[in-house]
């Protein structure tokens, strides 16, 4: 059998990023997927987030500060933004957050529907962590 022409392979992996849905959130590959703001893996569900860019980049976050973090030092790029709270992913302007709950890089902010905070004040929070120097 003969191999594909390179330029085929190329037009096909362009049609096929062409087709992906970035109004909608996307699942990361658990375990896999390095957080874009601290590196880590995203593993836990629990915590985290995800964003599209102007330039329809997904970038995945294992914490709902890290994602914080990187909308308080992109936010001319964001596009739209994500948390994974309870069963599924909610836009994190609607998103309610409790604080004091242990998260992986000690934000300490954890998605729920009862919590007290909103994504404006995790905002607020991780923008005041980083500019003491916290990752």
């Not at 191999?3 to 959130?25: G, I, K, T, Y």
């Not at 998260?103 to 500019?131: C, I, K, Q, W």
Request: glycine fraction near 6%.
């Amino acid at each position: 059998m003969k191999a594909l022409p390179r330029w085929l392979l190329v037009l096909a992996l362009l049609l096929s990023a062409a087709c992906e849905d970035f109004s909608r959130p996307a699942e990361p590959v658990w375990d896999k997927q390095p957080c874009a703001h601290c590196r880590m893996l995203v593993s836990d569900p629990r915590y985290a987030g995800q964003l599209v860019n102007r330039n329809h980049e997904r970038l995945y976050f294992d914490d709902p500060g890290c994602l914080a973090a990187y909308v308080h030092s992109h936010a001319a790029e964001l596009e739209r933004a994500w948390v994974h709270a309870g069963s599924g992913w909610v836009p994190a302007e609607r998103a309610r957050f409790s604080a004091g709950q242990p998260s992986p890089m000690g934000y300490d902010f954890l998605p729920d529907p009862n919590g007290e905070h909103d994504f404006a004040a995790v905002t607020r929070a991780a923008a005041t962590r980083h500019d003491r120097g916290a990752p």
